[in-house]
T-cell receptor
């Protein structure tokens, strides 16, 4: 499985934008970039995914570099409920499982 | 949105007993489900891939005779921790994807916290 690297932790102030980076320099042409987050004592929750173009949904935006070797998850206005561990995962339909790295622990300060 | 339901949310059992955890996809069919284990302050670790109608595929280092997986239908997979010991205490999480759609997101259960005393 292709690997991703993320910062161990990040901090943000409430109501400010947050940019969570992910490096995936060995990404293959068929790999989709998925983001999930995990709140304490809960299972992971889907956030967003994309292939080449930037993506937006009600939770976040995903900005994908032109060479696809990195991506950034953007939370436009962080709230206290966004405090979680965020995982960036590469996935294609040939690799059947999702492999989780350490993720980024996001703290949101009031 | 699609929902994966995991039961129970928590369980306490005595050492040497067996515990069954259920994972159901509520509004989609899943030919494949995944089981993870997560220790405190660590990431999710894939234990096995559950395949409907066939044997599960276990990751290296996971004992298949200790962690029994059954995927009897397209909406239900079960994980049985046999002869549980305190070191099996962990947070167990299942996930599933909609088999009718390709390259879709995975949906995760809410997790089961197992404590073996």
């Amino acid at each position: 499985d292709a690997k991703t690297t993320q910062p161990n932790s990040m901090e943000s102030n409430e109501e400010e934008p947050v940019h969570l980076p992910c490096n995936h320099s060995t990404i293959s042409g068929t790999d989709y970039i998925h983001w999930y987050r995990q709140l304490p004592s809960q299972g992971p929750e889907y956030v967003i995914h994309g292939l080449t173009s930037n993506v937006n949904n009600r939770m976040a935006s995903l900005a994908i570099a032109e060479d696809r070797k990195s991506s950034t998850l953007i939370l436009h206005r962080a709230t206290l409920r966004d405090a979680a561990v965020y995982y960036c995962i590469l996935f294609n339909n040939y690799g059947q499982n999702f492999v989780f790295g350490p993720g980024t622990r996001l703290s949101v300060l009031p | 949105g699609a929902v994966v339901s995991q039961h129970p949310s928590w369980v306490i059992c005595k050492s040497g007993t067996s515990v069954k955890i259920e994972c159901r996809s509520l509004d989609f069919q899943a030919t494949t489900m995944f089981w993870y284990r997560q220790f405190p302050k660590q990431s999710l670790m894939l234990m096995a891939t559950s395949n409907e109608g066939s044997k599960a595929t276990y990751e290296q280092g996971v004992e298949k005779d200790k962690f029994l997986i059954n995927h009897a239908s397209l909406t239900l997979s079960t994980l049985t921790v046999t002869s549980a010991h305190p070191e099996d205490s962990s947070f167990y999480i299942c996930s599933a994807r909609d088999s009718s759609r390709t390259l879709t997101e995975a949906f995760f259960g809410q997790g089961t916290r197992l404590t073996v005393v």
